[in-house]
């Protein structure tokens, strides 16, 4: 049977801040197969691993988070820096963790970690789900990679954040810390596990083909239109007023999307920069997405408003308790840092929800730069603005 506990820390002493993480986490747990960490860039996160490997020596996996997180006592943030641990006690549950720096071939990097995942976990088998957290570059080769070794094995998590999207996120993986990379959980278990993949927003009538894409994740025309002249067109705005980091703001709520192959699952793509590459005769608005696009392909325009994105977390974690049929002991979830800014300061209308879902189930939240996971039939994939919402059953 899973058992799994939360704990957390605001201390500005950060060894001293590992250690009330993980003594509070661990409280009661006496087999430990895994530990989640999420903390603050703040944060010296080396110390943070070496207090928590006085209380505990399971494997830790994790990232930074955007300016905070959320467990079951509200949502937590400090200028000190912050850390939350989840802790998984199951002693029928193998885990076999692994991470490797990032490198020319990013594929291959993620066949080589999958590969050492498989062997840390002392077997030879595919595991029956796995967690990935990546730095936000190259997450979707990564993932190709790690399929590549085990199948389409089912996936949930989310990329490593910081507070300004200023590259200052991290990964976490046992006591190295990685500034571009990616890491891996591989789940050998017979218990349940389930995932929530979703964005919630509502589809609008403004859809297009795209026909302009550079370097996979550039959108340079939809129609045969500027991306960013489209764009502005349809959300009513002017081009110059979505030039550079406004984009990003602005598209929070207002974002683009495109549909798996069945129809099951639309995986947001956050529109981050608007470019202007052009010269003075010249205009190139195009826009710098979160994730790969392929020309030929429709994609939508999405909205939702700030109480629609307050209200997604609630409704994710009753849709996930819909999937799962064990009763949960743990859950992990991964929400947007781009959706958190949306939110605002309603940010603790989002403890609210997640707390009245999960009833008393120890959970944490951690804020990312990317979503992974997967939905009914479709593939696994990688979106922004998304929720990657996991539930642990019991059995």
């Given at each position: 049977?899973?058992?799994?506990?939360?704990?957390?820390?605001?201390?500005?002493?950060?060894?001293?801040?590992?250690?009330?993480?993980?003594?509070?986490?661990?409280?009661?747990?006496?087999?430990?197969?895994?530990?989640?960490?999420?903390?603050?860039?703040?944060?010296?996160?080396?110390?943070?691993?070496?207090?928590?490997?006085?209380?505990?020596?399971?494997?830790?996996?994790?990232?930074?988070?955007?300016?905070?997180?959320?467990?079951?006592?509200?949502?937590?943030?400090?200028?000190?820096?912050?850390?939350?641990?989840?802790?998984?006690?199951?002693?029928?549950?193998?885990?076999?963790?692994?991470?490797?720096?990032?490198?020319?071939?990013?594929?291959?990097?993620?066949?080589?970690?999958?590969?050492?995942?498989?062997?840390?976990?002392?077997?030879?088998?595919?595991?029956?789900?796995?967690?990935?957290?990546?730095?936000?570059?190259?997450?979707?080769?990564?993932?190709?990679?790690?399929?590549?070794?085990?199948?389409?094995?089912?996936?949930?998590?989310?990329?490593?954040?910081?507070?300004?999207?200023?590259?200052?996120?991290?990964?976490?993986?046992?006591?190295?810390?990685?500034?571009?990379?990616?890491?891996?959980a591989f789940f050998y278990t017979d218990n349940e596990i389930a995932t929530s993949f979703t964005g919630?927003?509502?589809?609008?009538?403004?859809?297009?083909?795209?026909?302009?894409?550079?370097?996979?994740?550039?959108?340079?025309?939809?129609?045969?239109?500027?991306?960013?002249?489209?764009y502005a067109h349809w959300i009513g705005a002017s081009p110059n007023d979505l030039k550079g980091k406004n984009l990003l703001n602005a598209s929070i709520t207002k974002p683009l999307g495109i549909k798996d192959p069945l129809g099951n699952l639309t995986v947001i793509r956050h529109p981050m920069f608007g470019n202007d590459m052009g010269t003075k005769t010249t205009s190139d608005d195009t826009i710098t997405l979160g994730n790969k696009v392929v020309e030929g392909t429709a994609i939508i325009q999405l909205e939702a408003t700030q109480q629609e994105l307050i209200q997604a977390t609630g409704n994710a974690i009753k849709e996930l308790k819909r999937k799962i049929y064990a009763e949960p002991a743990a859950y992990v979830l991964i929400h947007c840092g781009g959706r958190k800014i949306g939110i605002g300061e309603k940010i603790d209308e989002v403890h609210k929800q997640l707390l009245k879902e999960t009833k008393g189930v120890p959970f944490i939240t951690t804020f990312t730069f990317g979503e992974y996971g997967y939905d009914e039939h479709s593939a696994n994939i990688c979106g922004g603005l998304m929720l990657s919402f996991t539930a642990f059953g019991k059995n």
């Open positions: 049977m899973l058992k799994s506990k939360v704990g957390y820390s605001i201390n500005p002493d950060s060894f001293e801040m590992g250690i009330e993480t993980a003594s509070k986490a661990t409280k009661d747990l006496s087999n430990i197969q895994l530990n989640f960490l999420y903390t603050s860039t703040k944060c010296d996160l080396k110390n943070v691993v070496k207090g928590i490997q006085t209380i505990s020596k399971a494997p830790i996996i994790g990232c930074t988070s955007s300016e905070g997180i959320i467990v079951p006592d509200g949502y937590i943030t400090s200028n000190d820096g912050y850390a939350g641990m989840l802790s998984l006690n199951d002693p029928n549950m193998i885990i076999g963790v692994a991470c490797h720096e990032a490198g020319r071939d990013a594929r291959t990097i993620g066949r080589k970690v999958a590969i050492a995942a498989v062997e840390n976990a002392q077997t030879t088998r595919a595991p029956a789900y796995f967690y990935m957290v990546a730095s936000p570059k190259e997450e979707e080769e990564y993932l190709m990679g790690i399929q590549d070794v085990i199948g389409r094995v089912p996936v949930f998590g989310g990329s490593a954040a910081d507070d300004d999207v200023s590259g200052n996120w991290k990964i976490i993986c046992n006591d190295k810390i990685i500034s571009d990379g990616v890491a891996v919630q927003y509502k589809e609008t009538n403004n859809i297009g083909l795209i026909t302009g894409v550079k370097d996979s994740r550039t959108l340079v025309s939809i129609d045969g239109i500027s991306a960013l002249k489209k």
